[in-house]
Each structure stands twice: as C-alpha cells, then as structure tokens.
C-alpha cells in the first residue's frame, strides 16, 4: 500500500513538473513575441506593413493563450469548432467599416 | 375520510412521467419508459464553463469592436498624435505585460494545485495573481498620470486629433475595470474555495477569466501603443 501510494505520489509530482515546464516554455515564447514586436515598431517605418506584422503576431500570441492557458486545445472539437468560428466571423465582419474610414481623405469610399 | 399524499409528476420528452423525488435528486434517472431523462451535454463541461465561454468570446467581440473604432478614427483623422516615447510609456508597457503574463502563469499553478487537491498552495498562488492584478493596475494608473501630465485628456491633447485621449482612455479603461473585476473575482473566488464553498472548477473558472483578460492585452498593446511610438 505504502509503496502503490509512494509511486502515485512520485507520478503526480512528475507529471505536474512536465505539466509546469511546458506552461514556462510557453510563457516563455509569450514574453519573446511581446519583446518582437517592440523591437519590431522601432525597426519598421509605420504604416500597413507594420500594422499586419504586429496583428499577425498578437494573432499568434493570442492562439497560444488560448490553447494552452486557457486549455481549448484540450476541449472537444465541437467546443472549439462552435466558439472559434462564430468569433472570428463577427470580428471579420466589422472590417467593412475600413473603406468608410478612408472616406474624409478620398472623398468617396 | 382518509388523508392520501399525492407525489406531484412532470411529463418528460418521451411521454412518460417523472417525480418530484427524481427530479430533486438530479435528474439523472429514467422515466416509466426507462429512457434517459437528462441529455448528455453536448461539449462534455459543465455549464458553468460554457457560460464562461460564452461570456468571453462575447467580450473578445466588445474588445474587437473598440479596437476596430479606434483604427476608423486613426484613419480618418490627418493629425492622430503619437505620444509613446520608450521611457516611461513603452517600458511600462513592458513591465505592465511581464506582469500580467506571469500573472496568468501563477493562475496556470494555482488551479494545477487546486485540481490535485493541494488547498493551501492553490489559494497562495491565486492570491499571488491577485497581488500582481493589483501591481498591473498601478503601473497603469502611473501611465495614465504620466500621459495626463503632459496633456492627453478625454477630449484635448497637444499633439492633435482630440478624439485620440477618448479612445485610449476607454479601451485601456476599460481593460483595467476587467482586470479590477477579476482580481475581485479572484480574491472571492479563493477565499470561498479556502472555506470550501466552492470548488476546484470555480477556480478553474476564474482562471479562464483572467486569461482572457491577458489575451486582451496582447491586442490592446500593438495596437494602441506600439502603433503609435514617438519617433
């Protein structure tokens, strides 16, 4: 009994480290990205170019947030499939309103 | 005249009949027909964890709809201001995500400890996450103090488009009320959970809140800070 209880043991602590390590890792590439796009917005003259640059690596940040801190990845894909989707459909949709921005300086859409 | 109890019954979808006594116990029974009673959940979490979600990809929508306001107002206006020198704005910005990201990493631990069932070590860490919400608000309230010295209010700024203050102000004002929210959530959340009110998964709860919370971050700081760098 003693020994089956010491071995659970053993396994619990070993898999939480492997669980910790990755989590660090992953914290890890977080930071970086955030230090990336700083070094980025010195290194790049401002304009499209750069604002698709730091959206595509939020984009990457975010996706890493949410499949390991936020576990989805570990979710049923029907989860997944049912939150995802509809989120990035709404957002996509309210790209219309960019044509209008430009409106005041071309003076048509 | 003899007195008879009557058990209240409910129709259930098959046709049949179910008891009161079935229903309290929590519905995971059959009816006379021996079919099951309660659907399976369709994503296999508990509700309280979907609405959670639910919540979150509705304010990631809020969030989406601020931001997108600011770049219409960003290219509409000729002369939007760009006020973020490195010190003190861009470094605190840098210390304001290491804190938040770490933040979101001493959550990872506390519900880790909380689902093998360590009680002291998950409320130390949720009070550790709490404690740096409470730091990251605080470098935020000294970047507001900063900006507002030299000028950025709601409605006037130096430097140009007075809309710039409005839009600053209300998408990091309101990323700061979610982060003041959730360090009250957290703070509750693990008290209870230390007095056994609630539950490993209430914790869990929390924890998927305040991650969205630093997801929020990963967007508001590119876009609105480091898009607008002094040069």
Redesign the interface.
């Known amino acids: 009994m003693g020994l089956h209880w010491g071995g659970a043991s053993v396994s ?1 602590d070993a898999q ?1 480290n492997s ?2 390590g990755k ?2 890792v992953v ?1 890890g590439i ?2 970086a990205i ?2 990336l ?2 070094l ?3 290194h790049t003259a ?1 304009g499209k170019q ?2 698709l640059q ?2 595509a ?2 984009l990457v ?2 996706g890493i ?2 499949a390991f ?2 576990h989805l990845r570990d ?2 894909r ?2 997944i499939l ?2 995802i989707p ?2 990035i459909f ?2 996509v949709m ?2 219309m ?2 044509s ?6 071309r003076m048509h859409p | 005249m003899s007195t008879q109890r009557i058990q209240p019954s409910y129709a259930t979808a098959s046709g049949g009949t179910l008891s009161e006594a079935n229903l309290v116990r929590g519905g995971h029974d059959t009816d006379l027909h021996g079919s099951d009673v309660m659907e399976a959940r369709p994503f296999a979490i508990p509700s309280k964890k979907l609405v959670m979600w639910l919540f979150i990809i509705s304010d990631a929508v809020t969030f989406g709809a601020m931001l997108f306001a600011y770049g219409y107002l960003k290219n509409a206006s000729p002369n939007w201001p760009a006020p973020f020198k490195f010190y003190p704005s861009i470094f605190n910005v840098l210390l304001m995500t290491f804190v938040l990201v770490s933040s979101s990493l001493t959550m990872l631990i506390a519900v880790r400890h909380a689902k093998v069932g360590d009680k002291a070590k998950a409320i130390r860490w949720t009070y550790v996450t709490a404690a740096l919400g409470i730091l990251f608000a605080v470098l935020h309230l000294r970047e507001w103090s900063s900006l507002a010295a030299e000028g950025v209010h709601m409605f006037s700024n130096p430097w140009g488009s007075p809309m710039f203050g409005a839009t600053f102000y209300s998408i990091t004002g309101l990323h700061l009320t979610h982060v003041l929210g959730g360090v009250i959530a957290l703070t509750t959340v693990g008290t209870r959970y230390g007095t056994g009110r609630y539950t490993a998964d209430d914790l869990e709860l929390g924890a998927l809140y305040w991650h969205f919370v630093d997801l929020v971050w990963m967007f508001v700081v590119p876009m609105v800070y480091l898009m607008n760098i002094a040069r």
């Open positions: 619990t939480r669980a910790l989590d660090l914290y977080i930071l955030a230090a796009q700083v980025m917005a010195y401002p750069l604002m730091m959206l690596l939020a940040q975010g947030a949410v801190f936020m979710e049923k029907g989860l049912a939150l509809t989120t709404v957002l309210m790209n309103i960019w209008d921005s430009f409106r005041l300086f």
